[in-house]
């Protein structure tokens, strides 16, 4: 079964520090995403990438980056964390752009609070 | 731009009631999708459908596209149906797809 793999799985910032979190996937995919989730909002798509080395911007990649070193790994980036980011945030990856016919598998989530 | 709107935005259930569950979108779109989300854990995506009626179990999605509308059915609920879904569109932009999601309907089923 595919699998995507998030760390850490909760963290606690400070205003202005930077936190960078981590997701493994396993599946073999092209495609990943980074979406953020807020009571009231849904899922809203920060940065995504379809090839190591290379990323897009989302609907919100504002105070956001995101890295793609490798098939396997994509991580976002948090250089000044900010009281506004905390969230949970949930990787994906994807056979395919957008998930078609082809589903998006999700990691568990990273609950993230900023103090 | 694009919305995705989900009714009702909580349910409280016995085990054995029927649950309807709306989607609505604001635009046209290509396809769209229904996932359920554990209370506090990941999305599981229970349906990829782009028109007609699929049926898995318990679970029926209907989705009208010209009327861009999706249900979601779901009988003879059970504790374990507890969780959120999420309803998302697939929206074709600068020659990729995307998923925009709603906010979800919470389901709480009780004994």
């Known amino acids: 079964e595919a699998a995507v793999t998030q760390s850490p799985r909760s963290k606690v910032a400070v205003t202005g520090g930077k936190v960078t979190l981590s997701c493994h996937q396993t599946?073999?995919?092209?495609?990943m995403y980074w979406y953020r989730q807020d009571t009231g909002h849904g899922l809203r798509l920060i940065h995504y990438?379809?090839?190591?080395?290379?990323?897009e911007k989302g609907d919100i990649p504002d105070g956001y980056k995101a890295s793609r070193p490798s098939q396997e790994n994509f991580s976002l980036i948090l250089e000044l964390a900010s009281l506004s980011q905390t969230a949970v945030y949930f990787c994906?990856?994807?056979?395919?752009?957008?998930?078609?016919?082809?589903?998006?598998?999700f990691g568990a989530g990273t609950r993230l609070s900023v103090l | 731009g694009q919305q995705v709107q989900q009714s009702p935005t909580s349910l409280v259930l016995q085990e054995g009631e029927n649950a309807e569950l709306q989607c609505n979108f604001s635009?046209?779109?290509?396809?769209m999708q229904w996932f359920y989300q554990r209370p506090g854990g990941s999305l599981i995506s229970v349906f990829y459908?782009?028109?007609g009626t699929k049926q898995s179990g318990r679970l029926t999605s209907t989705t009208v596209i010209k009327e861009r509308r999706s249900s979601l059915h779901i009988s003879s609920s059970q504790i374990t149906d507890s969780g959120t879904y999420l309803c998302?569109?697939?929206?074709?932009?600068?020659?990729?797809?995307?998923?925009?999601f709603g906010e979800g309907t919470k389901l709480t089923v009780s004994s």
């Open positions: 459908n782009p028109s």
């Open positions: 599946n073999n995919h092209d495609y």
């Open positions: 990438s379809y090839v190591a080395d290379s990323t």
């Open positions: 998302a569109m697939v929206w074709n932009q600068g020659g990729s797809a995307k998923l925009i």
């Open positions: 994906a990856s994807s056979e395919a752009g957008g998930a078609s016919q082809n589903t998006l598998y």
């Open positions: 635009t046209s779109l290509n396809s």
